[in-house]
């Protein structure tokens, strides 16, 4: 079996940068799910998402070296790259439907911006663990997907150094850490590896906690925000109350074809 298969970075205009994420287009239906984690973890990128045409929309599933996840943003980003610029779709707007719901993306000039729903979070007593897998004391504990960890400044993110064992037996999916920027209105670093991803290098996803968090604290509905991860990547985002807009570039890195099956 050949499955058309491109590798995307996303959340950047530059080479060797941003998050990497497999696009596989299959025809009419879903492999069978063994399959699809195997490529997953074959490809071993933080994500590899799966996409069927429909008459109206595009079908899209997402899945990491190790589990299926309900909600990825660099891959979705990734995906509507393809369909844009290798595919020669038309028009200014995607729709995907996904584990999520409908998820839409909009092409604006030169950038992509997804609408994704709003992760509400909620205050919280910080486990022990927590302090133990970051091996610092954030200022500001809440709790949502992910345990949501605030700091005073971008450098104080910038030093941790995780316990990916420790954070791994949180209650959450994983655990975000952010500050106010330097050059920007706010920095995160994202940490997974209970999903098979130690750091993350730029998460769409996160974007729905961290937007309305910021935009709250700040006052502001538009932010530019960057991923402080080894590889980096920025995104251009709104407070939409109920759902967030998280804009971003995207670049081809591979394009080709998989023999799976």
Same mark, same amino acid.
């Given at each position: 079996?050949?499955?058309?298969?491109?590798?995307?970075?996303?959340? /950047?205009?530059?080479? #060797?940068?941003?998050?990497?994420?497999?696009?596989?287009?299959? =025809?009419?239906?879903?492999?069978?799910?063994? $399959?699809?984690?195997?490529?997953?973890? *074959?490809?071993?990128?933080?994500?590899?998402?799966?996409?069927? +045409?429909? &008459?109206?929309?595009?079908?899209?599933?997402? #899945?990491? @070296?190790?589990? %299926?996840?309900?909600?990825?943003?660099?891959? /979705? $980003?990734?995906? =509507?790259?393809?369909?844009?610029?290798?595919?020669?779709?038309?028009?200014?707007?995607?729709?995907?439907?996904?584990?999520?719901?409908? $998820?839409?993306?909009?092409?604006?000039?030169?950038?992509?911006?997804?609408?994704?729903? =709003?992760?509400?979070?909620?205050?919280?007593?910080?486990?022990?663990?927590?302090? +133990?897998?970051?091996? /610092?004391?954030?200022? *500001?504990? $809440?709790?949502?997907?992910?345990?949501?960890?605030?700091?005073?400044? +971008?450098? !104080?993110?910038?030093?941790?150094?995780?316990?990916?064992?420790?954070?791994? +037996?949180?209650?959450? &999916?994983?655990?975000?850490?952010?500050?106010?920027?330097? !050059?920007?209105?706010?920095?995160?670093?994202?940490?997974?590896?209970?999903?098979?991803? @130690?750091?993350?290098?730029?998460?769409?996803?996160?974007?729905?906690?961290?937007?309305?968090?910021?935009?709250?604290?700040?006052?502001?509905?538009?932010?530019?925000?960057?991923?402080?991860?080894?590889?980096?990547?920025?995104?251009?985002?709104? !407070?939409?109350?109920?759902?967030?807009?998280?804009?971003?570039?995207?670049? =081809?890195?591979? %394009?080709?074809?998989?023999?799976?099956?």
């Amino acid at each position: 079996m050949l499955i058309p298969y491109f590798e995307v970075l996303a959340f /950047t205009n530059r080479q #060797f940068a941003g998050n990497p994420a497999g696009v596989c287009l299959l =025809t009419d239906e879903w492999l069978p799910e063994a $399959l699809m984690q195997q490529i997953a973890a *074959e490809n071993n990128l933080a994500e590899t998402a799966f996409v069927i +045409e429909r &008459q109206d929309h595009f079908d899209l599933r997402w #899945f990491t @070296p190790t589990v %299926e996840v309900d909600l990825c943003g660099h891959a /979705t $980003l990734a995906s =509507t790259h393809v369909l844009f610029h290798h595919l020669g779709r038309k028009g200014d707007l995607v729709r995907f439907q996904s584990r999520s719901g409908e $998820l839409r993306v909009n092409k604006i000039d030169a950038r992509l911006v997804l609408d994704f729903p =709003t992760q509400p979070l909620s205050k919280c007593e910080p486990p022990a663990k927590l302090m +133990e897998g970051l091996r /610092t004391k954030p200022r *500001e504990v $809440l709790k949502g997907r992910d345990y949501f960890a605030v700091f005073e400044r +971008e450098e !104080d993110v910038r030093a941790i150094n995780p316990d990916f064992q420790v954070i791994a +037996e949180l209650d959450a &999916q994983g655990v975000i850490v952010t500050a106010p920027g330097n !050059d920007c209105d706010f920095v995160s670093r994202y940490f997974v590896p209970g999903a098979g991803i @130690p750091e993350d290098p730029v998460t769409g996803s996160t974007h729905c906690a961290l937007v309305p968090y910021w935009s709250k604290r700040l006052g502001k509905r538009e932010l530019y925000a960057r991923q402080i991860s080894k590889r980096g990547g920025e995104l251009f985002c709104e !407070d939409r109350v109920e759902r967030v807009g998280i804009g971003g570039n995207a670049m =081809t890195y591979v %394009e080709g074809k998989l023999y799976a099956g």
